[in-house]
Structure formats: C-alpha cells, structure tokens
Nanobody
Framework: QVQLVESGGGLVLAGGSLSLSCAAS????????MGWFRQAPGKEREFVGA????????HYADSVKGRFTISRDNAKNTVYLQMNSLRPEDTAVYYC?????????????WGQGTQVTVSS
C-alpha cells in the first residue's frame, strides 16, 4: 500500500547542511506517520525523527535535536529531513519509514536508503 524512495544523500563538510527527501506513493499514504532512521557501518539502525500524519507532532532523537528538522508536504506525498550543523558521526545510510503509529517509531514500510557522508 505504501512505497518509499529516498533521495538527496551525498558528501558534505562538517558544519554543513544537507536535505533529504522521501517520495511516498499509495492510496492511504496520508494516513501514515513518517520517520527517518540511520545506520552506520557495523552499528545498529537508530531512530532519527518522526512526524505525525498531520505534521502537528514531531519526535527527535537527542543526538539530532536542534540540528535536524523533519517535515512533510502531503500535497506532494513527500517527507523531508533538513540536516544542519552536520558532524562526522552523522555519517550513515539514512532510511525513510512509514507506519500507523508515530510512537513507537513507524516501521511498517521502508525505503532503500541514501548514503550521507560527513567529512572533517
């Protein structure tokens, strides 16, 4: 019912910014909470942020709070992750996710991931 495709990953210098996009498709996509996760080499996948179907509620991991902003444009069926003040430890594959609940984080559907590399 939901298909997700991430884009916008790349290489950026520490302190810089990068914006990720996740294009969603499906008849019921507007009723799903959306989220972002990331996984660094040799590490477990970790939660980054999530947003409710209406955009009124957001949650962030402590490690990115104040630096990353999640938003969505339901008219475009797209969720975004604006990343500012990037650090080398932010380097990871970033995944978009969708689900029926914002908490616990949505994980019913997944995108293929996009690589983000932050150099010092």
């Amino acid at each position: 019912q939901v298909q997700l495709v991430e884009s916008g990953g790349g290489l950026v210098l520490a302190g810089g910014s990068l914006s990720l996009s996740c294009a969603a498709s499906g008849r019921t996509v507007r009723n799903y909470a959306m989220g972002w996760f990331r996984q660094a080499p040799g590490k477990e996948r970790e939660f980054v942020g999530a947003i409710s179907w209406s955009g009124d509620i957001t949650h962030y991991a402590d490690s990115v709070k104040g630096r990353f902003t999640i938003s969505r444009d339901n008219a475009k069926n797209t969720v975004y992750l604006q990343m500012n003040s990037l650090r080398p430890e932010d380097t990871a594959v970033y995944y978009c996710a969708a689900g029926t609940k914002i908490a616990p984080p949505p994980d019913d559907y997944w995108g293929q991931g996009t690589q983000v590399t932050v150099s010092s």
